[in-house]
């Protein structure tokens, strides 16, 4: 099976300029909002303490979703749970916005140090988000409104919490979907788009479950921290069993694809080079994160049809064979991708993928994308040659009247000329 990266599902292993920027404002927080609270002492600390364990494990349970993203539920619901705690039992919570994030990023340094001891990345720029989206939250819930909401209706409370549970989520979505859009090349809009359809469902449990350990807490005191972390933990075992599926799905379809390469049908890598063209000539028209999935896939497999021909094509390239042939591949590949019951969309796209952008029923984008790919790479190969990219450009503009959607091919060619200029 193929030990390469899926290009959906993998970002942020070597941070670009915006992470590490992200990473510089992260220990900036940690080293003075450390600095200072060391200078006058921790305020209620078994409070601290209790808190800041339980951001430590939330640390070491984190999950991986879909394209790469760690989230860490647990940790996040305790820390923003502390920076807007009111009182403990009896005891009204003073600690400050300083304290909150000393002791979050402290707990945070602490929970991934398992991570490194198993060889795991540290993932520091998702540990730097989600830190300053805690510290916005920190910094406005200061001492003097907590007094105030101490003597107010519950409600009240729980309005202005709610406020700022929304600005957290929002302010987390927004620093995640910068540095993606940074790191992957996508437009800002639809990085974001994504962000919030991917972080919703957890930020929903993760401020819920801050709100109840809070007004918890008022009664039952730090044992409110165990309590309501619990559900949240099962909530987490979902979202990782989900993972593992779209994990094994990918898996399943990497297998899948190599059977041409094991057959001798295509080109060593050729479904690779493929996927991650297509991948990226996507992500240059704006398409959105779920789509990518689908396109990603179909792209891995939009060779599996010619496993039906009795010869195989010379090199494995469709783009020399008949019109016939090439629908004939296509179908025959819709079909075995048809048989797994859940990919339907994915056939959909293998099924037109031989199909000009003109001259009947335009196929889906994600069609034309692997159309415009697979071309591209049957006429270059794993070459390196700048001379024979740009010959295979220029005659897929010349076929842009009916063959090959224009916008693809000038996509296309935006995302070739930065891989060549990356080797340079």
């Not at 099976?1 to 992470?19: E, I, L």
């Not at 101490?150 to 409370?157: E, I, L």
């Not at 729980?158 to 910068?178: D, E, N, P, S, Y």
């Not at 297509?278 to 028209?285: D, F, K, P, S």
């Amino acid at each position: 099976m193929s030990g390469r990266r899926s290009p959906v599902h993998s970002w942020r292993q070597n941070p670009d300029s915006g992470g590490l920027l992200l990473i510089a404002a992260g220990v900036l927080l940690l080293l003075g909002a450390g600095a200072r609270t060391a200078a006058i002492g921790v305020v209620r600390p078994h409070a601290a303490l209790a808190f800041g364990a339980g951001i430590a494990v939330g640390e070491m349970l984190r999950l991986r979703l879909p394209a790469g993203r760690e989230v860490a539920p647990i940790a996040s619901a305790g820390a923003l749970a502390y920076a807007l705690l009111l009182s403990v039992g009896n005891t009204p919570a003073d600690q400050s916005a300083l304290q909150v994030i000393a002791v979050t990023a402290v707990a945070m340094v602490i929970g991934v140090l398992p991570h490194l001891a198993a060889g795991r990345p540290a993932g520091l720029v998702d540990m730097a988000s989600r830190l300053i989206a805690v510290a916005v939250v920190a910094m406005i819930f200061r001492p003097e409104i907590v007094r105030e909401l101490r003597g107010s209706q519950w409600w009240v409370a729980l309005a202005v919490m709610a406020g700022l549970l929304v600005l957290w989520w929002w302010t987390q979505c927004l620093i995640r979907a910068l540095a993606r859009a940074g790191s992957l090349r996508a437009r800002f809009g639809v990085a974001l788009r994504d962000e919030m359809r991917v972080q919703l469902p957890l930020g929903v449990a993760v401020a819920a479950t801050a709100v109840l350990v809070d007004f918890a807490a008022q009664s039952m005191g730090l044992a409110a921290l165990a309590v309501f972390i619990a559900p949240l933990l099962a909530t987490q075992l979902a979202f990782r069993r989900y993972a593992g599926i779209r994990a094994t799905y990918l898996q399943t379809v990497r297998a899948l694809a190599r059977v041409t390469e094991v057959g001798g049908y295509v080109e060593h890598g050729h479904a690779d080079r493929v996927g991650e063209l297509a991948v990226a000539v996507g992500r240059e028209l704006g398409m959105r994160e779920s789509d990518l999935v689908d396109l990603e896939y179909a792209a891995l497999m939009h060779d599996i049809g010619q496993l039906s021909l009795a010869e195989p094509i010379p090199g494995g390239a469709t783009v020399l064979v008949s019109p016939v042939n090439q629908r004939r591949i296509a179908e025959l590949g819709a079909g075995v991708i048809e048989q797994t019951g859940v990919l339907d969309r994915v056939a959909e796209i293998v099924r037109r993928q031989d199909q000009p952008w003109r001259g009947g029923a335009e196929p889906p984008l994600g069609s034309r994308v692997i159309r415009a790919a697979n071309a591209y790479d049957d006429m270059v190969g794993a070459s390196a040659d700048t001379t024979r990219a740009l010959a295979a450009l220029e005659r897929l503009r010349l076929d842009t009247a009916t063959e090959y959607d224009p916008a693809v091919v000038e996509a296309l060619s935006k995302v070739t000329a930065r891989r060549r200029m990356s080797r340079r």
